[in-house]
């Protein structure tokens, strides 16, 4: 039997080595983007800037300085799809094409994807991009193809410091609790999980180890489930059109 | 404010969408209203005119509107997916997800605006040949009928603000911080459908006097839905949207054409009545400058991370 896994990524042990990048690329056969030629992006090591069609991992580097240059942090963080457990792509998705599979995951079934961009709209994380050559949403399938096949996630697999993580979910989170505390009892007060319990979007198969605030990682603090909105926005639009009917009641009859 | 979300790249082809699809629903909508409440003169009477423009507007604009929603897919062929089960091929809908609804409401709405048009073609004495003429005399009795007014009147509602639930069920930044968009684009699109439907009436002959006393209600409810728009979205969105001043000259802009430019002309007509297709041109450019603001908002004024 099949059983919800996820990713615990510890970023305090990440080096940006961008071997889970390497290792997505190379089995998921995304090709390199501009021919291989990276130009400098200006924002320290990073030279993908952002999760594209062709890269669904993406290493953000943080440079923290202080003022006085005189102390200076370095944070990275090797972000991916967070499979959400309410994941608002695949809420909105018309077509259906984004579905959870039986290892808890969400995945975009290509053939059933027409590239509304929805869900590009609807994700909080800037995950989903279309493939310029597809024309259709992509982004991280959790190496669906390997799952299936009992490997473990070609990132997962790479990382040379167990940076990332991949188990079951409920292990995945026990450990990643005992992993804060530990950091905390160093003297890592900043330590924090983000994603591991269901307040953000019914919780995140693949959740985070910070060091500082979610916003400094480009994480939002509270991503909105886009369903919840629907209810409010229908009853603002159903008393303006209750104002129209009353209006039209009062002046057209008015004139007759 | 999220700003690290990626650009869903919605534009040109959806500014239009949901600028001709608010005149196609307004105009709908105003034609349906015409029937239910003055129906003593829309039946053959003074206001015909008036009330059959609306269907002239409204089916060919739809048929517009659905090449644009497939043109604008990725995967135009595939745009039967919003619809159908690929495997199965059964309807299919979720009533949580806006475009789901939305591309079903598409549908019924431009199906009952075929309805109408085919039924204005009857009445204006339009030859048709063999099937068409039976399927136009039918849709004639049809489409004057209360149960189809009524009908038609709530697909026309539901087009003309599901667009703006579209918009707020996003983690865009404006577009997901307010509930009002859906509202708004109602208001703009009952604003846009009236001065269409006064344009084509005046082109063809009618009479508009009756829908000059409905305009000022709609004015009130566009001003009112733009003010809790700006009011209701975050303080952050409101001062990037004040310190830009291409946000602030679109919305001032769009309110001068949608309400004040009709508004003085209105006045002026007073003495000239020449004046009034001017007020009507003045408030579709500035629906159009409106729904092209909302719209372009999260790239225009926030500029998202990609």
Redesign the interface.
């Known amino acids: 039997m099949t059983q919800a896994v996820g990713f615990f990524t510890d970023t305090s042990v990440c080096i940006g080595c961008k071997a889970c990048q390497v290792a997505c690329h190379q089995w998921n056969e995304l090709p390199a983007t501009n021919g291989g030629v990276v130009p400098f992006s200006g924002n320290s090591y990073d030279n993908t800037?952002?999760?594209s069609d062709l890269n669904w991992r993406h290493v953000k580097f943080i440079e923290q300085i202080n003022e006085q240059r005189t102390q200076a942090a370095w944070l990275m963080m090797s972000d991916v799809c967070k499979h959400c457990a309410s994941a608002?792509c695949r809420?909105?998705?018309?077509?259906?094409?984004i579905v959870v599979t039986e290892f808890n995951t969400v995945y975009i079934r290509e053939?059933?994807?027409?590239?509304?961009?929805?869900c590009?709209?609807?994700?909080?994380?800037?995950?989903?991009?279309?493939s310029e050559s597809?024309?259709?949403a992509q982004k991280c399938t959790f190496c669906y193809d390997r799952l299936q096949n009992d490997l473990v996630p070609a990132c997962a697999q790479a990382c040379p410091t167990q940076s990332i993580q991949f188990g079951p979910l409920d292990e995945l989170r026990s450990r990643a609790a005992s992993r804060v505390r530990q950091l905390q009892e160093r003297g890592t007060s900043q330590a924090r999980l983000y994603g591991a319990d269901e307040t953000i979007l019914g919780g995140l198969s693949s959740f985070y180890l910070l060091l500082d605030e979610p916003a400094v990682y480009?994480?939002?603090a509270e991503?909105?489930e886009?369903?919840k909105?629907?209810v409010?926005?229908?009853?603002?639009?159903f008393?303006?059109?209750a104002?129209?009917?009353l209006?039209?009641?009062?002046?057209?009859?008015?004139?007759? | 404010m999220n700003t690290m979300v990626a650009d869903p790249h919605w534009g040109w082809w959806i500014v239009w969408y949901f600028y001709l699809a608010g005149i196609a629903s307004g105009a709908f909508a105003v034609t349906c209203l015409l029937r239910l409440v003055k129906s003593d003169t829309v039946k053959g009477g003074a206001q015909t005119e008036i009330a059959d423009s609306g269907e002239w507007i409204a089916a060919p604009l739809m048929a517009v509107c659905g090449l644009l929603l497939i043109v604008d897919l990725g995967r135009p062929e595939r745009f039967w997916h919003m619809l159908f089960d690929r495997d199965s091929w059964l309807p299919h809908i979720k009533v949580w997800s806006p475009m789901s609804v939305g591309a079903w409401g598409v549908l019924v709405f431009s199906m009952v605006t075929g309805i109408g048009f085919l039924a204005t073609l009857n009445r204006s004495g339009v030859t048709l040949p063999f099937p068409l003429e039976r399927v136009s005399r039918l849709c004639g009795s049809v489409s004057s009928s209360f149960p189809f007014s009524v009908f038609g009147l709530i697909c026309a509602m539901f087009i003309s603000s599901y667009t703006g639930a579209l918009l707020t069920a996003t983690n865009q930044p404006v577009w997901s911080e307010t509930a009002w968009i859906g509202a708004l684009f109602l208001a703009s699109s009952v604003g846009t459908g009236t001065a269409a439907v006064q344009l084509v009436a005046r082109a063809r002959g009618g009479v508009s006097s009756s829908l000059e006393a409905f305009e000022p209600y709609v004015w009130a409810l566009e001003l009112t839905t733009l003010v809790l728009f700006v009011s209701s979205i975050e303080a952050e969105s409101r001062t990037v949207l004040w310190r830009d001043g291409r946000a602030c000259g679109i919305l001032a802009v769009s309110v001068l054409l949608c309400v004040l430019v009709p508004a003085a002309l209105r006045w002026r007509a007073r003495h000239s009545w020449g004046w009034l297709p001017f007020g009507a041109v003045s408030v579709l450019a500035g629906g159009f400058l409106l729904r092209y603001a909302i719209v372009m908002a999260p790239t225009m004024w926030v500029s998202p991370t990609e």
Do not use: Q
Not at chain 1, 232 to 237: D, I, K, L, N, T
């Open positions: 800037g952002s999760f608002p809420e909105v998705c018309p077509t259906d094409a053939s059933y994807c027409n590239g509304c961009r929805d590009i709209a609807a994700c909080p994380f800037g995950v989903i991009h279309v597809k024309k259709i480009g994480l939002p991503p909105k886009p369903a909105s629907v409010p926005s229908s009853v603002r639009a008393l303006a059109a104002w129209v009917l209006a039209s009641m009062w002046s057209l009859r008015k004139r007759s």
